[in-house]
């Protein structure tokens, strides 16, 4: 029988811990590698109608202390470096994993070692690889983490923070560029649509996504103006 949460079981903190992972709290086990912290959190939720049953679900995440001090201090929001365990095998998925209140011990450890053996086999090996920041920049520009559309936001500080400002600015500068052209063909067609049918409600909860990158390079650009000597 599981009687608490499955991150506070002995056999599954005992591996974990053989894999460099310490328990945090309820949620997340961490682990320090090279240049950033690694962590593995659990979420999960109950459904299909089924009592006393819980769903877990892992997502592990690659934070580096410096990267989001900096995030801080510019006062912006960006990108997570983290995907769902499933995502990490050879064939990716969405994978959850479902243990009753009153689970056997073998059902709780073979969940257990199921997550330990995704975790070691798959997660480790890219955690450590882009644990780097240079590693991390390079596999970003490469479209090597495909789990995330874009990294829009985070890569500029990540330049800034390797020492390269100048190509902070020049990327922002042609993304921006880019959502402009694409934000303009937009309201061209809505404005087109409208005119068709009548109504001025048509494009008005249009994607802002070019309106929030727009103010993210504000204030970026902002806190280069105020840091100007920041390498």
């Given at each position: 029988?599981?009687?608490?949460y499955?991150?506070?079981?002995y056999?599954?903190?005992?591996?974990?811990?053989?894999?460099?992972?310490k328990?945090?709290?309820?949620?997340?086990?961490?682990?320090?590698?090279?240049?950033a912290?690694?962590?593995?959190?659990w979420g999960?939720?109950?459904?299909?109608?089924?009592?006393?049953?819980?769903?877990?679900?892992?997502?592990?995440y690659?934070?580096?202390?410096?990267?989001d001090k900096?995030v801080?201090?510019?006062?912006v929001?960006?990108?997570s470096?983290?995907?769902g365990?499933?995502?990490?095998?050879?064939?990716?998925?969405?994978?959850?994993?479902?243990?009753?209140?009153?689970?056997?011990?073998?059902?709780?450890?073979?969940?257990?070692?199921?997550?330990?053996?995704?975790?070691?086999l798959?997660?480790?090996?890219?955690?450590?690889?882009?644990?780097?920041?240079?590693?991390?920049?390079?596999g970003?520009?490469?479209n090597?983490?495909?789990?995330?559309m874009?990294f829009k936001?985070?890569?500029p500080i990540?330049?800034?923070?390797?020492?390269q400002?100048?190509?902070?600015?020049?990327y922002?500068?042609?993304t921006?560029?880019?959502?402009k052209?694409?934000?303009?063909?937009?309201?061209?067609?809505?404005?087109?649509?409208?005119?068709?049918?009548?109504?001025?409600?048509i494009?008005?909860?249009?994607?802002?996504?070019f309106e929030?990158?727009?103010?993210?390079v504000?204030?970026?650009?902002?806190?280069?103006?105020?840091?100007?000597?920041?390498?």
């Amino acid at each position: 029988m599981i009687k608490n949460y499955i991150t506070y079981n002995y056999q599954l903190n005992k591996k974990l811990k053989g894999l460099g992972f310490k328990r945090k709290n309820k949620n997340s086990f961490i682990r320090k590698h090279e240049e950033a912290i690694q962590s593995l959190c659990w979420g999960h939720y109950t459904s299909y109608g089924e009592p006393h049953v819980k769903y877990y679900s892992i997502t592990a995440y690659i934070d580096f202390p410096v990267v989001d001090k900096k995030v801080k201090d510019i006062g912006v929001i960006v990108e997570s470096i983290g995907q769902g365990l499933g995502y990490f095998m050879p064939v990716p998925g969405y994978k959850e994993w479902r243990l009753a209140d009153d689970a056997t011990e073998t059902e709780v450890e073979t969940v257990i070692n199921e997550i330990v053996t995704i975790t070691e086999l798959y997660v480790i090996p890219f955690l450590n690889k882009y644990s780097l920041l240079k590693n991390l920049i390079i596999g970003i520009e490469n479209n090597e983490l495909k789990f995330c559309m874009n990294f829009k936001c985070l890569l500029p500080i990540l330049y800034l923070v390797n020492g390269q400002r100048d190509k902070a600015c020049l990327y922002m500068e042609e993304t921006l560029n880019k959502m402009k052209a694409i934000h303009a063909v937009r309201i061209n067609e809505n404005k087109k649509l409208q005119e068709l049918y009548g109504t001025d409600n048509i494009g008005m909860n249009m994607n802002k996504t070019f309106e929030n990158y727009k103010m993210y390079v504000e204030k970026f650009n902002g806190y280069l103006h105020d840091n100007i000597s920041e390498d």
